[in-house]
């Protein structure tokens, strides 16, 4: 089983980054896939990237790509995602979530684990 905490939300204007962070407590965090997800007021939690347990592969909703980058570091048991040049439709509350093994889907069910959320509000 594996816990994670998302942090390092903010209010931002339009064109500002941020980057937020996703660590996990638990062993063997290299075995688990990581998304980002978010939901916005009244919509359905929505994909926005996901990684490979090492690293090597990521994928990004098309709504995000070339903009944020998902990134891991397992030696410290921790997800981030880099977001430039937002705009205020990118405001969510971020979720990560883990999936063991599996890599690649977009899907929220299924991912077994997810963090509290952290907000990302942009200002026009």
């Known amino acids: 089983q594996v816990q994670l905490v998302e942090s390092g939300g903010g209010l931002v204007q339009a064109g500002d980054s941020l980057r937020l962070s996703c660590a996990a407590s638990?062993?063997?965090?290299?075995?688990?896939?990581v998304g980002w997800f978010r939901q916005a007021p009244g919509k359905e939690r929505e994909f926005v990237a996901t990684?490979?347990?090492?690293?090597?592969?990521?994928f990004y909703a098309a709504s995000v790509e070339g903009r944020f980058t998902i990134s891991r570091d397992n030696a410290k048991a921790t997800v981030y995602l880099q977001m430039n040049s937002l705009k205020p439709e990118d405001t969510a509350v971020y979720y990560c979530?883990?999936?063991?093994?599996?890599?690649?889907?977009?899907?929220?069910?299924?991912?077994?684990?997810w963090g509290q959320g952290t907000q990302v509000t942009v200002s026009s």
């Open positions: 979530a883990a999936r063991l093994h599996i890599w690649g889907s977009s899907s929220t069910r299924d991912y077994d684990y």
């Open positions: 990684i490979s347990g090492s690293g090597a592969s990521t």
């Open positions: 638990g062993h063997t965090f290299s075995s688990y896939a």
